[in-house]
């Protein structure tokens, strides 16, 4: 669906600059202009500038600039429409929609199908950790072992899967979702079929199963990934296992935990890094909410200028063991090369 004119117009006219950016940094004003340290490049003093008058962001460091709309395509990583949404979703604007033509649809629905497919299973997943029988006697007792509150466990929402071979798949299909967009998610795994005469035929079958599902959000809340735990003593299988790289899951740019995290590491002026999803889940339960992990990969470039959007100051919490202290000491070298402030814990 495409928005409407009058639409974009009511959402441009709403989402004030300084408002929108005001999100993700803190502006302080001087002269005609506010001022704040870009998100878009890590740098220790300001040139990042925001002209509430002309309703413009530029940054004198690294040349991004643009309005309200490329700002959150920018910072969000959205495309046009997706922005547009983000913002009229923030102002409380009804989306006034014409229809596309079929390809049109297709092209800009990939990534968007995507993220609704994702949102899908989340909630499947959920569903199943408190209301199927499996959920509840498996992977329910999981979490309540490791301390976490009802509360926690929603904020976070956690889930199951279950431990047949395609209960995901088939529900979702029998939900008018296509094996095309399941496996492009990375949620349904499609293997050529040898016990049929057809050589096209293919088998389906869920990625995850019988594990604790831990799903990964980008920074506006979507679910873009998950992470799973499996439950059994089974030697043959990986203990944690990702969603492959996507359209919309580039592991190397996103945190664990960033969404749940971002307003208290703006508020408390520092981020902790920890190394897995249970640790960022008890830190926050415990209160301490600014915390974030680099699961699935060792902390890279992109990771930490995520974190620089919201704070200079980064404080690592690594495993005393030896890997856990090299881990640390590369990550510790990557921030001060990046120019945000650095300790070790
Ligand atoms: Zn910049």
């Given at each position: 669906?495409?928005?409407?004119?009058?639409?974009?117009?009511?959402?441009?006219?709403s989402?004030?600059?300084?408002?929108?950016i005001g999100d993700y940094v803190s502006?302080?004003?001087?002269?005609?202009?506010?001022?704040?340290?870009?998100?878009?490049?890590?740098?220790?003093?300001?040139?990042?500038?925001?002209?509430?008058?002309?309703?413009?962001?530029?940054?004198?460091g690294c040349g991004k600039a643009g309005d309200s709309i490329r700002?959150?395509?920018?910072?969000?990583g959205l495309g046009y429409g997706e922005a547009l949404r983000h913002l009229a979703k923030k102002y409380g604007i009804e989306i006034q929609e014409t229809v596309l033509t079929d390809e049109q649809l297709q092209a800009q629905n990939e990534r968007e199908s995507l993220l609704i497919v994702l949102n899908y299973a989340k909630n499947y997943y959920q569903n199943n950790l408190f209301k199927h029988e499996e959920g509840q006697s498996i992977g329910y007792p999981y979490f309540k072992e490791r301390g976490f509150s009802d509360k926690t466990i929603n904020t976070f929402e956690l889930g199951y899967s279950l431990e047949g071979w395609d209960a995901f798949t088939k529900?979702?299909?029998?939900?008018?979702?296509?094996?095309?967009?399941?496996?492009?998610?990375?949620?349904?795994?499609?293997?050529e079929n040898e016990q049929t005469a057809n050589p096209n035929a293919q088998k389906a079958f869920d990625r995850f199963r019988n594990r604790v599902t831990f799903p990964i959000h980008n920074v506006s809340g979507k679910v873009i990934a998950f992470g799973a735990r499996i439950l059994k003593a089974d030697k043959s299988q990986a203990k944690y296992l990702n969603s492959p790289e996507t359209e919309?899951?580039?592991?190397?740019?996103?945190?664990?935990?960033?969404?749940?995290?971002k307003n208290a590491i703006r508020t408390k002026d520092v981020c902790y890094l920890v190394e897995g999803y249970t640790d960022v889940i008890s830190l926050h339960q415990a209160g301490i909410e600014n915390v974030v992990a680099s699961s699935g990969t060792s902390l890279t470039v992109e990771q930490i200028r995520l974190i620089g959007?919201?704070?200079?100051?980064?404080?690592?919490?690594?495993?005393?063991?030896?890997?856990?202290?090299?881990?640390?000491?590369?990550?510790?070298?990557?921030?001060l090369e990046e120019g945000l402030n650095v300790k070790l814990f």
């Amino acid at each position: 669906m495409r928005i409407d004119q009058p639409t974009i117009e009511r959402i441009r006219q709403s989402a004030d600059i300084a408002d929108v950016i005001g999100d993700y940094v803190s502006l302080k004003k001087k002269g005609a202009n506010l001022w704040a340290c870009c998100p878009f490049h890590g740098e220790k003093s300001p040139s990042f500038s925001v002209s509430p008058a002309k309703g413009i962001y530029k940054c004198f460091g690294c040349g991004k600039a643009g309005d309200s709309i490329r700002f959150i395509m920018d910072i969000e990583g959205l495309g046009y429409g997706e922005a547009l949404r983000h913002l009229a979703k923030k102002y409380g604007i009804e989306i006034q929609e014409t229809v596309l033509t079929d390809e049109q649809l297709q092209a800009q629905n990939e990534r968007e199908s995507l993220l609704i497919v994702l949102n899908y299973a989340k909630n499947y997943y959920q569903n199943n950790l408190f209301k199927h029988e499996e959920g509840q006697s498996i992977g329910y007792p999981y979490f309540k072992e490791r301390g976490f509150s009802d509360k926690t466990i929603n904020t976070f929402e956690l889930g199951y899967s279950l431990e047949g071979w395609d209960a995901f798949t088939k529900e979702a299909l029998k939900n008018g979702y296509s094996l095309d967009i399941l496996a492009k998610a990375g949620l349904t795994i499609l293997k050529e079929n040898e016990q049929t005469a057809n050589p096209n035929a293919q088998k389906a079958f869920d990625r995850f199963r019988n594990r604790v599902t831990f799903p990964i959000h980008n920074v506006s809340g979507k679910v873009i990934a998950f992470g799973a735990r499996i439950l059994k003593a089974d030697k043959s299988q990986a203990k944690y296992l990702n969603s492959p790289e996507t359209e919309v899951y580039h592991k190397s740019n996103v945190l664990y935990g960033i969404f749940q995290a971002k307003n208290a590491i703006r508020t408390k002026d520092v981020c902790y890094l920890v190394e897995g999803y249970t640790d960022v889940i008890s830190l926050h339960q415990a209160g301490i909410e600014n915390v974030v992990a680099s699961s699935g990969t060792s902390l890279t470039v992109e990771q930490i200028r995520l974190i620089g959007r919201f704070t200079q100051n980064i404080t690592v919490l690594y495993d005393g063991d030896t890997a856990g202290i090299k881990a640390s000491l590369r990550g510790m070298d990557m921030i001060l090369e990046e120019g945000l402030n650095v300790k070790l814990f």
